[in-house]
């Protein structure tokens, strides 16, 4: 089945610092790929997404590419800020089947510090 | 556009008490989902609906029961509450199904505790 593994947090880091946050999946076929952002006491948002290999996602200077050969999506940000802490989810569809149920990774806790 | 929205955004219930969430979104997609988020453990899927009329279940849909009313509206039962229900539940929405970007819209979610 489908999976998705992300790292643990939570993440601290200071204003202006550089953001990773790894995501590895298992998926057949060829799925899409997404990473949505909670806001504190808020629902989930897309924050940005891929459809295919070597596909580059990007909104709000944060940036992930699409990597089939290490199965992985991670996100990255070259200078956060505290408006971007937040509960960060990588997450998968599959377009086998007609449900496209979204697969989740546990969440990633970032808080920046000003 | 409200997008998706979900009602009560708060709930306490004593264990065997019933309750409905209720949700609607107002962007003609065709279908829906309930999730629940526990600390540690993501977003699990309780059931969803592919199109109006049809509902299947998710990952974990022990203790729920869903009715898709119309195409509008996607409603989760809990029929006698238990602690383990304790969670946040999230009502989301997908776009239409020839569209290639699979982007579900999510509620802003309903905090239940069941005591």
């Known amino acids: 089945g489908n999976s998705v593994t992300q790292m643990e947090g939570p993440v601290t880091l200071s204003e202006e610092a550089f953001l990773t946050i790894n995501c590895t999946y298992t998926a057949t076929g060829y799925p899409s790929l997404f990473w949505y952002v909670q806001y504190p006491g808020e629902g989930l948002q897309l924050l940005l997404k891929a459809t295919k290999a070597d596909d580059k996602g990007s909104n709000k200077g944060f940036e992930a590419t699409y990597r089939k050969e290490t199965t992985s999506f991670h996100l990255e940000k070259g200078s956060v800020q505290v408006s971007d802490s937040a509960v960060y989810f990588c997450a998968l569809v599959n377009s086998g089947g007609s449900n496209y149920k979204l697969t989740f990774g546990k969440g990633t806790l970032l808080t920046v510090n000003p | 556009n409200a997008g998706v929205t979900q009602t009560p955004k708060f709930q306490v219930l004593k264990t065997g008490q019933s309750m409905t969430l209720q949700c609607a979104q107002d962007?003609?997609?065709?279908?829906m989902y309930w999730y629940r988020q526990d600390p540690g453990m993501g977003l699990r899927l309780i059931y969803y609906s592919a199109s109006e009329g049809t509902t299947d279940k998710g990952e974990v849909p022990n203790g729920y029961n869903v009715s898709r009313l119309n195409k509008r509206e996607f409603s989760l039962r809990l029929e006698s509450a238990a602690p383990s229900q304790t969670s946040v539940y999230f009502c989301?929405?997908?776009?239409?199904?020839?569209?290639?970007?699979?982007?579900?819209?999510f509620g802003p979610g309903t905090r239940l505790t069941v005591t």
């Open positions: 989301a929405s997908r776009e239409e199904v020839f569209s290639v970007t699979y982007e579900q819209y």
């Open positions: 962007m003609n997609h065709n279908s």
